[in-house]
């Protein structure tokens, strides 16, 4: 006799009750019991991703947009591994996922069978959180904790396994996750060491250092309201305004309040610092290289800077701006740098697409409200300041920086807001990490626009070999950097996932092709040919 409900419809209802209503899955056979609860419960809606790599960035673009987690199925340990790299990304990004991992019936992994392997230690560098089941009645309460655990501070990891048994047992209870504790309140005595260090009030030593004072932010410090609050302390104190290089979510475009981004390559990024002084920290951490360079500094603010930390991704990020300017008698202000909205029209030259060319088209084509998901890894970084003044968006980056973060992300951004249009900005090396996302996309008909920079190489990695002090690159050097014999043909392969595509080669047809795709909606495909 079948049991009323088992582990896995206890799992699934459990979810439900806890907020999380969508479910990214690629599954196994040890997951057709979860499977099919999933058709049981019918109210939590499953996508299909081809790749596990697909599921973990959705999951982490679902939860950016929505701040709520999202759950994967992964089938084992290898389908785990598979979405290890994404769940990199997610975790330096604080989204808070519950991954779902089918396991071996207990009393089958004794037998070593071909799947078997340690997915908790596979599991545990990856996530904040994990567990096994131990037995069907436990799988409910397991759940829970698992969505609990996701939601903690910022957004966290967790990862629960459940063995097939488990799965398939008898269950006899749901249970619903509890509600997430509110976030942390910065101290007093650290927003009166911001404030002494913006007001440059610290004393003889930091008056004897001069220089700038910069207010670097990450996490939630770079959302709108935030900013706000950011822009009000620039107007009373005259401090620099500076977000982290790789940051989450930001809030940009005309009325915003302006701010840049830490450069990428090293010695941009401490010619950018070279003056500053202090510099206090809301949502980020201490600038760092990105890499060991040989005689290039780890640190990248100067020796004798002094480091504040106002507050971590895990406070009340624009709760402590507030207080800090209001500490700074700044909060009557008008906020500084707010972005003046662009010049109608588009650049003069619509010939050969450049850095700022294909900026400026992007930056008057882009629709109010939408998100730009940014894994333009070389050409992209030149897109930033022209497009500061384009209608209101929100420009996620891969906080990670392991590859083939974008288009997963796109598509747990247009599920998460269906009702605004994602821009995905994707090098053509990239793209290729995780190209069945175009699969899910066409299948949901997602809103998604992507454009594919094709410039025939992994370009990033030619100047990182000159940053290493490298020779100039011979024959086998160019050849793993250099993506030709055959070029890849973006616009065959989109629509052989059933995504419509176009090529364009000029910047006019580029700015016709983005106005028909923003037109129409479901998703489609430019592959625009870079030098």
Known sequence: MKPEMNGAESLARTLLASGVDICFANPGTSEMHFLAALD??????????????????????????RNQPACTLLHLAPGFANGIANLHNAKKAGSGIVNIVGEH?????????????????????????????????????????????????????????????????????????????????????????????????????????????????????LREQALEWAGKIAAKTGCRLLAEGQNARMARGAGRVKIGRLPFDVDSAVAAL????????????????????????????????????????????????????????????????????????????????????IAAVLAAHLPERAIVVDEAVSVGR???????????????????????????????????E?????????????????????????????????VILANRAYNVLRGELARMGGPAPGRVATDMLSLDRPDLDFVALAQGHGVPARRAQTLDAFSKALVHSFAEPGPSLIELIVD
Request: charged fraction near 20%; glycine fraction near 10%; charge should be negative.
């Open 40 to 65: 049981k419960v019918g109210s939590l809606r499953c996508v299909l991703g081809l790749t596990e790599g697909v599921l973990t960035g959705a999951a982490d673009g679902y939860f950016r947009m």
């Open 105 to 221: 019936a207990t009393h089958h992994l004794d037998y070593d069978a071909p799947l078997t392997a340690d997915i908790a230690g596979l599991a545990k560098p990856m996530s904040h959180w994990v567990r096994t089941s131990a037995s069907p009645r436990e799988v409910a309460a397991d759940g829970a904790a698992a969505v609990t655990a996701a939601r903690e501070g910022a957004g966290r990891i967790a990862t629960l396994i459940l063995p097939a048994d488990a799965s398939w047992g008898e269950a006899d209870r749901i249970a619903c996750a509890a509600a997430p504790e509110p976030r942390a309140d910065v101290s007093a005595a650290a927003i009166a060491d911001a404030a002494r260090a913006l007001s440059q009030r610290g004393g003889q030593g930091l008056q004897a250092h001069g220089g700038e004072t910069l207010l670097l932010l990450g996490g939630e410090a």
């Open 274 to 357: 070279a003056n500053v002084r202090r510099i206090v920290l809301a949502g980020a951490k201490p600038p760092v290289a990105f890499f060991a360079y040989p005689g290039k500094p780890s640190l990248i603010s100067p020796r004798d800077c002094e480091i504040i930390t106002l507050a971590d991704a895990d406070h009340r990020l624009a709760a402590a701006l507030e207080a800090l300017a209001y500490e700074l008698d700044a909060g009557h202000l008008v906020p500084s740098h707010i972005a003046e909205p662009r010049a109608p029209g588009l650049p003069a030259d619509l010939g050969r697409p450049t850095a700022d060319g």
């Open 418 to 450: 269906p009702q605004r249009k994602v821009l995905a900005l994707i090098g053509d090396g990239s793209a290729m990490y995780n190209l069945s996302a175009l699969w899910t996309m066409a299948r949901e008909q997602l809103d998604i626009t992507v």
């Open 382 to 416: 030149g897109f930033f300041p022209p497009t500061a003044g384009a209608a209101p968006h929100d420009w996620l980056n891969s906080v990670g920086s392991s590859l083939g973060y974008g288009l997963p992300v796109a598509i747990g951004a247009a599920i998460a």
